[in-house]
C-alpha cells in the first residue's frame, strides 16, 4: 500500500519568514495530492491540492509543488503569520481507490 | 452551506459498551469516508461508503468494527465492546459525485471518542 512521510514534525519561523514542508509517497499510482491544515480541536481543513498532471499550483501566500519521478511534493507558505500557526498534513491518493494516506504531521509554529 | 456534521463531538464509553458516531455529509454529496486519528499521528483511512453501499473497508479492524449510510439519515459509525485502545478522533469526510471534483474530500470537526 501508499506509504507517506512527512518532514519536518516541527517547524518555528518568525513572521513574515517563509515554511517549507515537504513530502514523499511511494506509490506510483497516487494521483492526487492535497494539503491539510489542522487546528487544535478541530477537523482538517483542505488548504491546497495538486493533481499529477501538474509540476506547481499556487494560491496566494500558499504554493505546492510537485515532482512525479522522485515522487516528493512541497507545500511552500510565504510571509507567513501568527494565524498560519497549526499542524498541517500532506496526503496522497490513487483516484481509482479514493482512500487518503496521511503523512504524521507537521506542526508549524509562527513566533510574532 | 453546513459542512460535514458530526456528532456527538464528545463521547465517553467505559470498556465494553458499544459507540455509535454519525455523520451527515455536505449537501449534494453521496461519498463517505471515515478516518481515525490517534494522539499526535496523522489519520488512517478505515472505510468509504457510497449511500447503501460499503465500497472499500480495508482500512476498518475486522472485529467489533462496522459502517453503513442508509439511503435515509446519516452514515453511522459503530464500535462493540470498545476498549482503551479504541480511544482517537474520529473524523467522517464527504465527496460530491463524479464527475469533476470528486477528489477533494471535506472533514467534519470529528467525534472524540475517550474508552474508561
Known amino acids: 500500500g501508499e506509504n507517506v512521510e512527512q518532514h519536518p514534525s516541527t517547524l518555528s519561523v518568525q513572521e513574515g519568514d517563509s515554511a517549507v514542508i515537504k513530502c514523499t509517497y511511494s506509490?506510483?499510482?497516487?494521483?492526487?495530492f492535497p494539503w491539510y491544515k489542522q487546528e487544535l480541536g478541530k477537523g482538517p481543513q483542505l488548504i491546497i491540492d495538486i493533481r499529477s498532471n501538474v509540476g506547481e499550483k499556487k494560491d496566494q501566500r500558499i504554493a505546492v509543488t510537485l515532482n512525479k519521478t522522485a515522487k516528493h511534493f512541497s507545500l511552500h507558505i510565504t510571509e507567513t503569520q501568527p494565524e498560519d500557526s497549526a499542524v498541517y498534513f500532506c496526503?496522497?491518493?490513487?483516484?481509482?481507490?479514493?482512500?487518503?494516506?496521511f503523512g504524521s504531521g507537521t506542526r508549524l509554529q509562527v513566533q510574532p | 452551506n453546513a459542512g460535514v456534521m458530526q456528532n456527538p463531538r464528545h463521547l465517553v464509553r467505559r470498556r465494553g459498551q458499544e459507540a455509535r458516531l454519525r455523520c451527515s455529509p455536505m449537501?449534494?454529496?453521496?461519498?463517505v469516508y471515515w478516518y481515525r486519528q490517534l494522539p499526535e499521528e496523522g489519520l488512517k483511512f478505515m472505510v468509504y461508503l457510497q449511500k447503501e453501499n460499503i465500497i472499500d473497508e480495508s482500512g476498518m479492524p475486522k472485529e467489533r468494527f462496522s459502517a453503513e449510510f442508509p439511503k435515509e439519515g446519516p452514515s453511522i459509525l459503530r464500535i462493540q465492546q470498545v476498549v482503551r485502545g479504541d480511544s482517537a478522533a474520529y473524523f467522517c469526510?464527504?465527496?460530491?459525485?463524479?464527475?469533476?471534483?470528486?477528489?477533494?474530500?471535506?472533514f467534519g470537526p470529528g467525534t472524540r471518542l475517550t474508552v474508561l
Open positions: 469526510a464527504s465527496s460530491p459525485l463524479p464527475p469533476g471534483g470528486t477528489d477533494t474530500q471535506y
Open positions: 449537501k449534494g454529496h453521496s461519498h
Open positions: 496526503a496522497a491518493m490513487d483516484t481509482g481507490r479514493r482512500a487518503l494516506t
Open positions: 506509490d506510483s499510482a497516487s494521483n492526487y
